[in-house]
């Protein structure tokens, strides 16, 4: 269970002693072989600060994995959770350069440095007191307040806006169980210029339900689909309502691009699209855009004779009607031993079927399944393919 922090808490691990406990702290292993010996160590040591000090050392290590600099940085549990990863706050800090932002629930601040080095003014607000204090000690040249994001305290600037998405460490995917509810959070700010954190899940027809009217940015990092980002009508581009963002390559699709694309049988490659592309409904268009096509009309997987820059793809080796027996004969004929098995569109479990394929050979392969066809012409299909890396 984590740490409840206090603001008593926060200002102890500020001050020149809780600095050097933390220091002593560090040193410590606190992996799962160590971790009984290692608390009682800290207890003898600090006493009742002893809980506060390992749950900091243990939260800044996590945090490696979202910022290049926690050392110094303080953390709760789910705030870290929540925290944005540092290549997606500088994305959107770069849409938002030379702009006046508050960060309305700014939490322990890690919009906050990004905002710093592009906006023309930033400023931070939550009403979270614990957090509000910790964000003083990480981002200690933005000037942040206590104020309740429902209750507007800036005028003429950008306000970003990232509710709570967590509670008791389980996700919330209503918006409306956000904390501020997203519904009364576009109410108070209708009419100014928002952007909103949300979950990648987020349904885009409760969105409009909602009355949101701007462009929904879906981005990814490191091959896995991290938030969705609505950008109100004054910040959205000209015709755009979508967009997806991939910051592993840098290339962004969005709905204002042409959809035109067939479907057709597989050529040498598919395609398996970043998920932020699937996400944000724009299959069609970046195969429009690559001149790929779609296997059917109702699945992502992409075709076509060349792969788009930077992008992995399977070269098709062979391709059956999907039945376990003929798809192990298949592979056991190409001696394949380990096999990589993608899914779309049908009820296989790949790690369910890798075991019964019992495969001995000596050459490895990847085999995409998927259906193809609707209604009584529709049939799951197998691919064995090689892939590019």
């Given at each position: 269970m984590s740490v409840a922090f206090g603001v008593e808490d926060v200002g102890y691990l500020r001050s020149e002693a809780g600095v050097a406990a933390l220091r002593e702290t560090a040193a410590l292993r606190l992996t799962s072989a160590t971790l009984v010996s290692d608390i009682a160590w800290a207890r003898a040591r600090f006493g009742e600060r002893a809980a506060v000090l390992v749950e900091t050392t243990?939260?800044?290590?996590?945090?490696?994995?979202?910022?290049?600099?926690?050392?110094?940085?303080?953390?709760?549990?789910?705030?870290?959770?929540?925290?944005?990863?540092?290549?997606?706050?500088?994305h959107r800090a770069q849409r938002l350069s030379r702009a006046r932002v508050h960060d309305a629930t700014c939490s322990i601040g890690t919009e906050l440095v990004a905002l710093r080095d592009s906006a023309t003014l930033v400023i931070g607000s939550d009403i979270d007191p614990v957090r509000l204090a910790m964000a003083?000690?990480?981002?200690?040249?933005?000037?942040?307040?206590?104020?309740?994001?429902?209750?507007?305290?800036?005028?003429?600037?950008?306000?970003?806006?990232?509710?709570?998405?967590?509670?008791?460490?389980?996700?919330?995917?209503?918006?409306?169980?956000?904390?501020?509810?997203?519904?009364?959070l576009l109410d108070v700010y209708?009419?100014?210029?928002?952007?909103?954190?949300?979950?990648?899940?987020?349904?885009?027809?409760?969105?409009?339900?909602?009355?949101?009217?701007?462009?929904?940015?879906?981005?990814?990092?490191?091959g896995s689909v991290r938030e969705a980002c609505l950008w109100s009508a004054g910040l959205a581009a000209s015709g755009v309502r979508r967009r997806a963002t991939l910051l592993d390559t840098g290339e962004q699709v969005t709905d204002a691009e042409s959809d035109d694309c067939a479907v057709a049988p597989a050529g040498r490659w598919l395609v398996d699209p970043d998920g932020a592309i699937v996400r944000a409904g724009l299959v069609r268009h970046y195969a429009a855009r690559h001149g790929l096509w779609q296997l059917d009309r109702d699945v992502a997987y992409l075709s076509g004779d060349l792969l788009p820059p930077g992008v992995r793809g399977f070269e098709v080796l062979d391709e059956l009607a999907f039945n376990e027996r003929r798809l192990r004969q298949a592979l056991s004929a190409r001696d394949v031993g380990a096999v990589e098995i993608l899914v779309r569109g049908v009820g296989v479990d790949p790690d369910a079927l890798r075991p019964r394929l019992r495969l001995?050979?000596?050459?490895?392969?990847?085999?995409?399944?998927?259906?193809?066809?609707?209604?009584?012409?529709s049939r799951a299909t197998a691919f064995i393919c090689r892939p590019s890396r």
């Open positions: 243990v939260l800044r290590r996590k945090a490696a994995a979202k910022l290049s600099h926690p050392e110094g940085w303080l953390f709760t549990d789910e705030a870290l959770q929540q925290a944005t990863a540092e290549p997606v706050a500088r003083r000690n990480n981002v200690t040249d933005v000037d942040v307040c206590r104020a309740d994001a429902l209750r507007p305290v800036t005028r003429n600037t950008v306000v970003v806006l990232d509710p709570a998405r967590r509670s008791g460490g389980r996700r919330r995917f209503d918006p409306r169980d956000y904390t501020p509810a997203l519904d009364e209708r009419g100014r210029d928002v952007v909103v954190k949300c979950a990648p899940g987020v349904d885009f027809d409760a969105l409009t339900q909602l009355g949101f009217d701007g462009e929904i940015e879906v981005t990814s990092l490191a001995r050979g000596s050459q490895q392969a990847s085999v995409v399944i998927t259906r193809i066809g609707a209604g009584g012409a």
